[in-house]
């Protein structure tokens, strides 16, 4: 079959600052972007680990007063995004920083939104009010290795009155200006998050590689961040002090980040961010279960793109047919969750009586769209009862 290549961009506004003690730029990195008085958004655990007083250190030695938000929590709901709003006018901030995992710098994304156009983050609900100016100046510091929202053109808020996470974004205009890689912040990561959030990483690649919407660039970031995943991601969970192991994780995630481009990603992300809105979970334990379950499906959508990760994963294909390397991309992907000790889906809380709505809410997630193979809502109940049926009880 030949490939004939549409007219595609892609763009990516973020500049790109990473290696163990890039956080001693941060000072240098805001006043180069003209911040003074930042609003740095940020959650209760960055405060008890002791990386906000870090943090804070680095930017009141260059002479930058930073305004704290800490009152992140996990999948940020509209009203916290539209108070840290309220807040960032009120303090007078000229710039944001965005410091933890996911929730943290999507919560600032989000923030600089409303800040530049006014009205609730609800308002710019991906399909809704165009994201038509910049942020103002943001800089992104993962300290997770997973999200990728550090690169990504997106943010994710919970809409707790409809039980769904919705996307912002789409453009490079909510993009952080510069993010800040420093694997060391994620060195005392318990192993449960940083399993999830790898899977987190994981996904994002497997189906930014896999959607309908995939070019060339986006390709050969996501190639390379399932090849870092397949080989590091067990040391890591293994030993949260290994910093090659961290440091490949980290960039694990900035590549699978922006394999996102202007899309989005697929059936893993639609359960995952539709279900994430019905039990507050973590999004990566969330992935990860479900990864396994939607690449056995999908296998049939695009064999010779699973075959390739596979080879990915570091699966030995020669001798194998294109399906039979596909087939250890699916063995390889559900090893994986089992070694690094992702939580079952009862565990997480959920139930099979839930199926048929969750199959409901993940057709109706705008990611459903793009996927590598046509689904129903009798396929979206299909993977959920086989994810029911994954992981050690
Ligand atoms: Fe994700």
Redesign the pocket.
């Known amino acids: 079959m030949v490939e004939v290549s549409p007219v595609r961009t892609y763009e990516t506004p973020t500049r790109l600052v990473h290696g163990i003690g890039a956080l001693s730029t941060l000072g240098q990195e805001a006043r180069a972007l003209g911040i003074t008085r930042p609003l740095l958004a940020t959650d209760q655990g960055i405060v008890k680990a002791g990386l906000l007083d870090g943090v804070l250190n680095v930017l009141r030695d260059e002479g930058i007063d930073p305004v704290v938000f800490d009152r992140v929590k996990a999948n940020p709901p509209i009203e916290l995004v539209d108070e840290g709003a309220r807040f960032y006018a009120s303090e007078r901030c000229d710039g944001l920083i965005g410091l933890g995992g ?1 929730s943290s710098m999507d919560t600032a994304k989000g923030i600089g939104v409303v800040a530049v156009h006014g009205g609730s983050i609800l308002d710019y609900e991906y399909g809704r009010a165009p994201i038509a100016r910049r942020i103002p100046p943001m800089i992104a510091i993962p300290t997770t290795a ?3 929202s550090e690169v990504t053109l997106w943010a ?1 808020i919970t809409d707790p009155d409809r039980k769904i996470k919705f996307n912002v974004g789409g453009t490079p205009n909510i993009a952080s200006w510069v993010a800040v890689i420093d694997p060391a912040l994620t060195v005392n990561l318990p192993p449960g998050v940083t399993a999830g959030t790898g899977m ?2 994981l ?2 690649a497997v189906e930014c590689f896999t959607m309908d919407y995939h070019q060339p660039f986006t390709d050969a970031v996501a190639l390379e961040a399932i090849d870092y995943v397949g080989r590091w991601l067990r040391r890591a969970v293994e030993d949260g002090h290994d910093l090659e192991a961290r440091s490949h994780m980290s960039m694990a995630a900035m590549l699978a980040g922006l394999s996102y481009g202007v899309d989005s ?1 697929g059936a ?2 639609a359960m ?2 539709s279900a994430g809105g019905v039990h507050d979970v973590p ?2 334990d969330l ?1 990860g279960r479900l990864l396994g379950p939607v690449v056995e499906f999908n296998v049939p959508g695009t064999p010779e793109r699973f075959a390739r990760i596979a080879q990915a994963l570091g699966k030995d294909t020669r001798d194998k047919t294109v399906n039979q390397a596909a087939d250890l991309a699916v063995e390889e992907v559900y090893a994986l969750t089992e070694d690094v000790n992702i939580p079952t889906l009862q565990s997480l809380g959920f139930s099979t009586d839930e199926v048929p709505m969750l199959a409901k809410i993940a057709f109706d997630d705008p990611q459903t769209v793009g996927n590598p193979r046509e689904l129903d809502v009798g396929s979206y109940e299909e993977i959920w009862k086989r994810a029911f049926d994954t992981g050690k009880p």
Do not use: K
Request: negative net charge; hydrophobic residues 35%.
């Open positions: 996911g997973g999200t990728g994710v987190d990483a996904a994002h990603a893993n992300h995952a961010q999004h990566g992935v």
